[in-house]
C-alpha cells in the first residue's frame, strides 16, 4: 500500500529525476556542459553504445527526448524508497497495472468503497493528450497518431494493442508505413493517411534500415531522415538509452544536482561498476550476494542473480565480466542479507548510500 502522502513525495522526486534526464539528453547531444564541467566521464557518454552521434545538434519538438519514462523503485522498511533504475527507451508493464486494477475493482468492490484510492483509468487519455502536445510544427488539425509494434511475436505486444485500442489510434508495422512526398504515411484499404506522431514501441537500431540496421524488416525506410526534418515525431526519441544505460544510473544524482540546482528526492540503490578494477574485485568476491546486470540489458536477460545462483553458474558468469567489464554494473539484491561494505573509496558514485543499509531489499521485480 502506498499512502497519498507518499505518493506526493514520489512524485516530486520522480518529476525531478525526469526534468533532469531530459535535460541530460539535451545537453550531451548539443554542447555536453555536464562533460566540459567534469561531472561525468567523457567515455561514458561518447563512447556509449547507446549514444546516437545522428541526433546531435538536433532539437525535438518542446525541447522533449523521453515522454514516457518507466522508474524502477524499491523500498526498505526502515530507509523508504529508492530508484532502481529508470527505463527511457521504450518502458513497459503500463497496460498490466491498467488491466490489474479493472479486475480489483470487480473482485474487491469493498476496498474502493472503503478507501480513496486514487485512480489510474486516464492514462490512454493522458497518453494520448502527451502525444498530441509534440505533433510536428505545421501540423494542420489534430494531430494524426499511431503505435509502431515489432509485430504480434514481440512479448509486450498485449500492451501495443492495449494502449492503441485505448487511445483510439492505428496499430502499425513498418509494413504498414512508407516515407514519400516528405511525409510518412499508412497504408489503408480507402488509399494512403498521413501520420504526425508516432508511438514507437522497437529498438532504435530497427527503426531505419536506411540510418541503421541495414537488415531490419521491422522499421520504415527514411524514417529517421524524415524525423530529423520535422515532419514526423517519435516517441520517444531515438538516442534516450544513453540515459537509461546502467553505468550512468550511478551518476543520476550528480546529473539532478546539474541540472536542477537542487539535491536529489530520490536516492539512488547502490551500484558498483565492472568497469573500475576495485569495483570489479568487490563484485567478484560477492557474487553471491548481488544482482549482475548488462549496461543495456534488459527484460531479465544477461544477468545474474547471486543469492539463487549455483556455485557453477557463478563460475561460469564470473569469465564475462573480467572479459568485457564495462558491460556490467551490480546492485545488492532482495531479500536476502547485505553484502559486506564495499572497498573505500572505490565506489565513490554510489553516493546515495555507503552500503545497502541496515534493512534487505524489498522490490516489486528486476528488469
Given at each position: 500500500?502506498?499512502s ?89 508493464g ?21 478507501h ?21 510544427a ?19 505486444y ?10 483510439g ?24 493517411q ?27 525506410p ?30 543520476v ?12 528526492i ?26 549482475v ?31 568485457n ?33 541496515p ?6 521485480g528486476?528488469?
Amino acid at each position: 500500500m502506498i499512502s497519498a502522502a507518499e505518493w506526493r513525495y514520489l512524485e516530486r522526486g520522480i518529476e525531478q529525476r525526469v526534468r533532469a534526464l531530459n535535460a541530460f539528453l539535451y545537453d550531451i547531444y548539443h554542447g555536453q556542459e555536464i562533460v566540459r564541467a567534469g561531472r561525468i566521464p567523457s567515455e561514458l557518454v561518447n563512447g556509449n553504445a547507446a549514444f546516437l552521434p545522428e541526433m546531435m545538434g538536433f532539437d525535438p519538438p518542446r525541447n522533449v527526448y523521453s515522454h514516457i519514462i518507466g522508474t524502477d523503485l524499491v523500498r526498505t522498511d526502515e530507509d523508504g524508497f529508492f530508484v532502481l533504475e529508470d527505463n527511457l527507451r521504450t518502458p513497459s508493464g503500463v497496460s498490466y497495472m491498467l488491466e490489474n486494477r479493472e479486475a480489483m475493482m470487480h473482485l474487491f468492490p469493498e476496498l474502493f468503497a472503503a478507501h480513496r484510492v486514487a485512480p489510474v483509468e486516464r492514462y490512454p487519455e493522458l497518453l494520448r493528450q502527451t502525444l498530441e502536445s509534440v505533433a510536428p510544427a505545421g501540423c494542420d488539425g489534430e494531430p494524426r497518431l499511431a503505435v509502431l509494434t515489432p509485430g504480434s511475436f514481440n512479448s509486450a505486444y498485449f500492451e501495443h494493442a492495449f494502449l492503441a485500442d485505448q487511445m483510439g489510434v492505428e496499430l502499425v508495422q513498418g509494413s504498414d508505413l512508407l516515407v514519400e512526398d516528405g511525409a510518412l504515411w499508412m497504408r489503408t484499404i480507402r488509399g494512403r493517411q498521413r501520420i504526425d506522431v508516432l508511438y514507437r514501441r522497437l529498438d532504435d537500431a530497427f527503426v531505419d534500415p536506411l540510418n541503421f540496421r541495414p537488415d531490419s524488416l521491422l522499421g520504415v525506410p527514411g524514417l529517421f531522415d524524415l524525423y530529423r526534418a520535422g515532419r514526423v515525431t517519435l516517441v520517444n526519441a531515438p538516442g534516450t538509452g544513453i540515459a537509461d544505460d546502467k553505468a550512468v544510473y550511478a551518476y543520476v544524482p550528480e546529473i539532478v544536482e546539474f541540472y536542477t540546482g537542487e539535491k536529489p528526492i530520490l536516492k539512488n540503490v547502490t551500484t558498483w561498476r565492472c568497469s573500475i578494477e576495485a569495483e570489479r574485485r568487490y563484485v567478484l568476491d560477492h557474487l553471491e550476494h548481488l544482482v549482475v546486470k548488462e549496461v543495456h540489458g534488459s527484460g531479465g536477460y544477461g544477468m545474474l542473480i547471486g543469492p539463487r545462483s549455483s556455485r557453477q553458474q557463478r563460475a561460469e558468469f564470473a569469465p564475462r565480466i573480467r572479459a568485457n567489464p564495462g558491460n556490467y554494473i551490480a546492485q545488492p539484491s532482495p531479500p536476502w542479507p547485505c553484502p559486506p561494505a564495499p572497498p573505500s573509496p572505490a565506489v565513490a558514485w554510489g553516493r546515495a548510500m555507503s552500503t545497502c543499509g541496515p534493512s534487505c531489499w524489498s522490490a516489486t521485480g528486476y528488469e
